[in-house]
């Protein structure tokens, strides 16, 4: 029988990647930590790390265990949370991983009623792209994700409740701008694992971008545009994080993201995980973020001119 103790370990020694950090992370002594790793070689008859230099690596026989301790320590600690919750809501706890603007836009007031309607829930949140967020939900890491996705498909494996469309947004100096107006313009597009979809878009106005720079972050992408440098597509979530003074935010039609709360297992879901889905319901109606035109914010305009670059963001 392996010791969850020591799988907990195993799993916190491979996530942070030494057995310092692990045990810092763990409010563990080094010894004690080196003495469970020990411990747990013993008991499986397998050797799961290696001595490098000052430090450790896992064998790959213990990146396989620490796989599986991940799975099993997050299936336990949910057992717990759910079995805490079932003599009533007073303390419990939900972990929930998100997109960033969906954390910084949405999430808040979400956080807001649950701490007035439940103040003995803990709430844990974790800055994860669509695909790692559901990767931790398979694995039993987080009791939710916020997710998005550009068809109207969701993964078989998973309960997917649509939240709300969000529209993507031109920006430019200019108001009442096309994809097309930049056909001939410089792009700067998200990174390679981001940008397909704006492509796409791009493709079915007629051209194919031509991307010249490559950035994820919503505000270095509207200071280029306030600078006059080019124009960018973003999502009027991420417009509502963030609002560059002397921007123009036009929304182009049929081009969209749908946004997803994302569970895992069979229904029902533990209460603390339904007390959280009951109050992002709430916040959705209360934000209403899918409005087509985020709201403006006080800028200085810029007298109008033609950009002659471009960008674009998967935030």
Same mark, same amino acid.
């Given at each position: 029988m392996l010791?969850?103790?020591?799988?907990r370990?195993?799993?916190?020694?491979?996530?942070?990647?030494?057995?310092?950090?692990?045990?810092?992370?763990l409010?563990?002594?080094?010894?004690? +930590?080196?003495?469970?790793?020990?411990?747990?070689?013993?008991?499986t008859?397998?050797?799961?790390?290696q001595?490098?230099g000052?430090g450790?690596?896992?064998?790959?026989?213990?990146e396989?265990l620490a796989?599986r301790?991940?799975?099993? +320590?997050?299936r336990?600690d949910t057992?717990?949370?759910e079995?805490s919750?079932?003599v *009533?809501?007073?303390?419990?706890?939900v972990?929930?991983?998100?997109?960033?603007?969906?954390?910084a836009?949405?999430?808040p007031?979400?956080?807001a009623?649950?701490r007035?309607?439940?103040?003995?829930?803990?709430l844990?949140?974790?800055?994860?792209?669509?695909q790692?967020?559901?990767n931790?939900?398979r694995?039993g890491q987080?009791?939710a994700?916020?997710?998005?996705?550009y068809?109207?498909?969701?993964?078989?494996?998973i309960?997917? #409740?649509?939240l709300?469309?969000?529209?993507?947004?031109?920006?430019?100096?200019?108001?009442?701008?096309?994809?097309?107006?930049?056909?001939?313009?410089?792009w700067?597009?998200?990174?390679?694992?981001?940008?397909?979809?704006f492509?796409?878009?791009?493709e079915?106005?007629?051209f194919?971008?031509h991307?010249?720079? #490559?950035s994820?972050?919503?505000i270095?992408e509207q200071?280029?545009?306030?600078?006059g440098?080019?124009?960018?597509?973003?999502p *009027?979530?991420a417009l509502?994080?963030h609002?560059?003074?002397?921007?123009?935010? #036009?929304p182009?039609p049929?081009f969209?993201?749908r946004?997803y709360?994302?569970?895992?297992?069979?229904?029902?879901?533990?209460?603390?995980t339904t007390?959280?889905?009951?109050a992002?319901?709430?916040a959705?109606q209360q934000?209403?973020?899918?409005?087509?035109?985020p709201?403006?914010?006080?800028?200085?305009?810029?007298?109008p001119?033609?950009?002659?670059?471009?960008?674009?963001?998967?935030?």
């Amino acid at each position: 029988m392996l010791d969850i103790v020591r799988l907990r370990i195993l799993a916190a020694v491979a996530a942070h990647g030494s057995v310092t950090k692990a045990a810092k992370h763990l409010k563990y002594s080094q010894p004690a +930590v080196s003495h469970h790793l020990a411990r747990l070689e013993a008991e499986t008859g397998a050797r799961l790390v290696q001595r490098i230099g000052r430090g450790i690596r896992l064998t790959p026989e213990g990146e396989h265990l620490a796989r599986r301790a991940a799975e099993i +320590v997050g299936r336990v600690d949910t057992a717990a949370a759910e079995l805490s919750a079932m003599v *009533g809501l007073r303390t419990g706890r939900v972990r929930v991983a998100g997109f960033q603007s969906a954390l910084a836009a949405l999430v808040p007031h979400a956080a807001a009623t649950l701490r007035r309607d439940h103040p003995g829930i803990e709430l844990h949140l974790a800055d994860a792209h669509p695909q790692v967020a559901l990767n931790l939900l398979r694995d039993g890491q987080v009791d939710a994700a916020i997710i998005f996705r550009y068809d109207d498909t969701t993964p078989d494996d998973i309960r997917a #409740t649509h939240l709300f469309d969000d529209p993507m947004h031109l920006l430019s100096l200019q108001p009442g701008q096309t994809l097309r107006d930049h056909r001939d313009s410089a792009w700067i597009a998200g990174c390679e694992n981001c940008r397909r979809e704006f492509v796409d878009a791009c493709e079915r106005a007629g051209f194919t971008p031509h991307i010249v720079y #490559t950035s994820d972050d919503v505000i270095v992408e509207q200071a280029l545009v306030a600078a006059g440098m080019g124009v960018t597509t973003m999502p *009027g979530l991420a417009l509502r994080t963030h609002r560059a003074p002397g921007i123009e935010a #036009t929304p182009l039609p049929d081009f969209r993201r749908r946004v997803y709360l994302a569970t895992y297992g069979d229904p029902p879901d533990p209460p603390a995980t339904t007390a959280f889905v009951t109050a992002l319901h709430q916040a959705v109606q209360q934000t209403r973020p899918g409005e087509p035109t985020p709201p403006d914010q006080p800028s200085n305009r810029r007298s109008p001119k033609k950009n002659r670059r471009s960008t674009e963001s998967a935030n």
